[in-house]
């Protein structure tokens, strides 16, 4: 089939962000970052921003999967007519080199068959041989490759490119991947640190990112700008917060988790390349504690209650409902008298999956106004959507996004 055209370059001011497996909090996240005018949702599984992908600190969104650059958009969602399409928009850079190339195909949201993506791949790279390029294909077991397929087959290196095809209604947009989600650096965050507790739960680092990024609200602060979590545990936060160049402030009601912070944030320090930030933490409890300094916003996960495996009995539940919301209304109360007006704040609160997708809220969430606080409201999700929890998972954490007024 024909040769390609090169129409690169045709949209550089824009990016495509594959989302994760949550993708309300990805665009929640973006939404937050970038403004609601800057995003798009694509179907259910992408995003379009109207952003140069070089200004998109992919490392620091935890909602995120795949960033790419976007190429072209089709005027079709039909195959084989796409496969024509792709094959005439092959980047014309990636003929003109004698090393081999990773090559890669995606698909979301499309109803293409692996097999198809595969059969595609060996077109692409019977034409790219015949211009004099070798090329390995990543074949498709699943229409989409998933990170670690593209981070193992480098195909974000120099000498890889996976091509990205997300339906947007009768169209298909055709992007190339830029950098995809550090699984690996993930992991080592996550397992390594010297003190985890499953006690009190295990923050993923990419749910601590966008818990910040939803109370930090801008990629690039000024100034010494300080994140403040109240209910640190391990310190989960405090770490992703300085990895993301923020100064941290934290504090638990437990000095034994004090002690397990100081050395996860020493284990931090040795292992990766923090910038000038600095970092504080000391017992407290959240709902009498000062804190001083000031911080500039807070991001936390509170205190959750009761682990449950099970579905626990009405007044067990009840009970517990009640003291995770009394602990929650006394912090509010307290940190609102020492906060500046229009403060950020990113909680991670529990919410009780009580049958499938039925979620039992802590109650002050009626209250928020009475409080003191106003709620942000996303233009690109609803508040129900605003949930972490894996299916069968009874506690589920909540993200309430709010200002101090
Ligand atoms: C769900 S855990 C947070 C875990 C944390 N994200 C981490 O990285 O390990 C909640 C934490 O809140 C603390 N806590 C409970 N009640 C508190 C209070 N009144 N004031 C401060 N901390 C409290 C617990 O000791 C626990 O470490």
Same mark, same amino acid.
């Given at each position: 089939?024909?040769?390609?055209?090169?129409?690169?370059?045709?949209?550089?001011?824009?990016?495509?962000?594959?989302?994760?497996?949550?993708?309300?909090?990805?665009?929640?996240e973006?939404?937050?970052?970038?403004?609601?005018?800057?995003?798009?949702?694509?179907?259910?599984?992408?995003?379009?921003?109207?952003?140069?992908?070089?200004?998109?600190?992919?490392?620091?969104?935890?909602?995120?999967?795949?960033?790419?650059?976007?190429?072209? /958009?089709? @005027? %079709?969602?039909?195959?084989?007519?796409v496969?024509?399409?792709?094959?005439?928009?092959?980047?014309?850079?990636?003929?003109?080199?004698?090393?081999?190339?990773?090559?890669?195909?995606?698909?979301?949201?499309?109803?293409?068959?692996?097999?198809?993506?595969?059969?595609?791949?060996?077109?692409?790279?019977?034409?790219?041989?015949?211009?004099?390029?070798?090329?390995?294909?990543?074949?498709?077991?699943?229409?989409?490759?998933?990170?670690?397929?593209?981070?193992? *087959?480098?195909?974000?290196?120099?000498?890889?490119?996976?091509?990205? !095809?997300?339906r @947007?209604?009768?169209?298909?947009?055709?992007?190339?991947?830029? =950098?995809?989600?550090?699984?690996?650096?993930?992991?080592?965050?996550?397992?390594?640190?010297?003190?985890?507790?499953?006690?009190?739960?295990?923050?993923?680092?990419?749910?601590?990112?966008?818990i910040? *990024?939803?109370?930090?609200?801008?990629?690039?602060?000024?100034?010494?700008? %300080? /994140?403040?979590d109240?209910?640190?545990?391990?310190?989960?936060?405090?770490?992703?917060?300085?990895?993301?160049?923020?100064?941290?402030?934290?504090?638990?009601?437990?000095?034994?988790?004090?002690?397990?912070?100081?050395?996860?944030?020493?284990?931090?320090?040795?292992?990766?390349?923090?910038?000038?930030?600095?970092?504080?933490?000391?017992?407290? @409890?959240?709902?009498?504690?000062?804190?001083?300094?000031?911080?500039?916003?807070?991001?936390?996960? %509170?205190?959750?209650?009761?682990?449950?495996?099970?579905?626990?009995p009405?007044?067990?539940?009840?009970?517990?409902?009640?003291?995770? *919301?009394?602990?929650?209304?006394?912090?509010l109360?307290?940190?609102?008298?020492?906060l500046?007006?229009? %403060?950020?704040?990113?909680?991670?609160?529990? =919410?009780?999956?009580?049958?499938?997708?039925?979620?039992?809220? /802590?109650?002050?969430?009626?209250?928020? *106004?009475?409080?003191?606080?106003?709620?942000?409201?996303?233009?690109?999700?609803?508040?129900?959507?605003? !949930?972490?929890y894996?299916? @069968?998972?009874?506690?589920?954490?909540?993200?309430?996004?709010?200002?101090?007024?």
């Amino acid at each position: 089939m024909g040769s390609f055209r090169g129409i690169i370059e045709a949209m550089p001011e824009q990016s495509l962000l594959i989302l994760g497996r949550q993708p309300a909090l990805g665009l929640a996240e973006l939404e937050s970052l970038f403004g609601a005018s800057a995003v798009q949702a694509i179907g259910t599984d992408a995003a379009l921003l109207s952003r140069a992908p070089s200004s998109v600190h992919f490392d620091r969104l935890g909602g995120s999967v795949k960033l790419c650059r976007v190429l072209t /958009v089709f @005027d %079709t969602i039909k195959w084989p007519e796409v496969q024509k399409h792709v094959e005439q928009t092959m980047p014309r850079s990636l003929a003109s080199s004698d090393s081999k190339l990773q090559l890669g195909l995606s698909a979301y949201g499309l109803s293409f068959k692996p097999q198809q993506l595969t059969a595609a791949g060996l077109e692409l790279k019977k034409i790219l041989r015949k211009g004099g390029r070798s090329v390995r294909l990543v074949p498709n077991q699943e229409a989409a490759l998933n990170s670690a397929q593209v981070l193992h *087959n480098r195909l974000t290196g120099e000498n890889g490119c996976e091509i990205v !095809l997300v339906r @947007d209604g009768a169209k298909t947009i055709c992007a190339q991947t830029v =950098a995809e989600q550090d699984i690996e650096s993930y992991t080592l965050r996550d397992r390594s640190r010297p003190k985890r507790d499953a006690r009190v739960g295990m923050l993923p680092p990419k749910l601590a990112q966008i818990i910040i *990024n939803l109370a930090a609200s801008e990629q690039n602060p000024t100034g010494n700008f %300080t /994140v403040l979590d109240p209910f640190c545990g391990t310190g989960v936060l405090l770490q992703e917060a300085l990895l993301m160049g923020f100064s941290a402030y934290g504090t638990d009601l437990e000095p034994r988790m004090i002690n397990y912070t100081g050395e996860n944030l020493d284990w931090l320090d040795s292992n990766f390349q923090l910038g000038d930030v600095q970092v504080r933490f000391e017992d407290g @409890d959240a709902t009498t504690h000062l804190w001083e300094p000031q911080p500039s916003a807070v991001a936390c996960e %509170t205190y959750l209650g009761q682990p449950y495996i099970a579905q626990p009995p009405v007044d067990k539940l009840a009970t517990n409902v009640r003291t995770c *919301n009394v602990i929650l209304e006394k912090f509010l109360r307290n940190i609102g008298k020492q906060l500046k007006p229009g %403060t950020r704040l990113c909680l991670a609160v529990p =919410a009780w999956q009580i049958s499938p997708q039925k979620f039992k809220h /802590v109650p002050l969430i009626d209250r928020l *106004n009475d409080l003191g606080y106003n709620r942000t409201r996303f233009e690109h999700i609803r508040d129900d959507q605003l !949930l972490y929890y894996r299916e @069968d998972q009874i506690v589920a954490r909540e993200l309430l996004v709010l200002t101090k007024q």
